[in-house]
């Protein structure tokens, strides 16, 4: 058997909402159960002070993509039946620095300011409030955006093609790379801290 087992036709394409809805629910009780539905965690990442948010996302980041490395290396996941979003460079460059600045000023990023409504935080659901309030700004004048919305277009890539080496080679070095950061983060949140007693 091997997957992905939607497209493989293992499990019917009718499941697809249901493992959707599973799988969100598993994933805000993780950031809840991890203490991402305070402000205080990704406000911690822009001050210095505490790199948990940072330090998690990008092991689970660096164990999917391994994951999914070795799956496919042992036949049980065909690499070409992945849905691979399409790249707008342009766009994805500005959108993130939008949605930095929105994570800086509002202490929450999309995920975790559900966590803090689900649990009633006032200022959660204030995020929430203004993110709604964008997304309808942003539908309804995407006339003026949709030339910069569409540019730097690169098609469905992944980061190793573009550098022109091998998977396998990506993740060894993202992995040396994210132990590096993991210990950058660590030392600099102990000088913060100093600096703050």
């Not at 070409?80 to 766009?91: F, G, K, Q, R, V």
């Not at 919305?149 to 998977?167: A, I």
């Not at 950058?184 to 913060?192: D, N, P, S, Y």
Request: neutral net charge; proline residues 3%; glycine residues 14%.
């Amino acid at each position: 058997m091997t997957g992905p087992l939607i497209p493989m036709g293992v499990i019917p394409q009718s499941w697809d909402n249901v493992f959707a809805v599973l799988l969100g629910m598993g994933f805000g009780f993780v950031l809840e159960g991890s203490g991402f539905s305070s402000s205080r965690k990704i406000i911690g990442t822009f001050f210095g002070y505490d790199f948990v948010v940072l330090k998690v996302f990008f092991t689970a980041a660096i164990t999917a993509m391994i994951g999914l490395l070795y799956l496919s290396q042992i036949g049980w996941l065909d690499y070409s039946l992945l849905y691979i979003h399409p790249t707008y460079l342009a766009s994805a460059i500005i959108g993130g620095i939008v949605m930095g600045i929105g994570f800086a000023m509002g202490g929450f990023c999309p995920g975790t300011s559900f966590c803090g409504v689900a649990i009633g935080k006032i200022d959660a659901m204030l995020f929430v409030a203004g993110l709604y309030l964008g997304v309808f700004i942003f539908s309804e004048a995407f006339p003026l955006f949709e030339k910069l919305y569409n540019s730097g277009f690169r098609g469905s890539v992944l980061v190793s093609d573009s550098l022109g080496m091998s998977k396998a080679l990506f993740a060894f070095l993202l992995t040396l790379a994210a132990i590096g950061m993991f210990f950058g983060a660590t030392w600099l949140e102990r000088r913060i801290k100093k600096v703050e007693y």
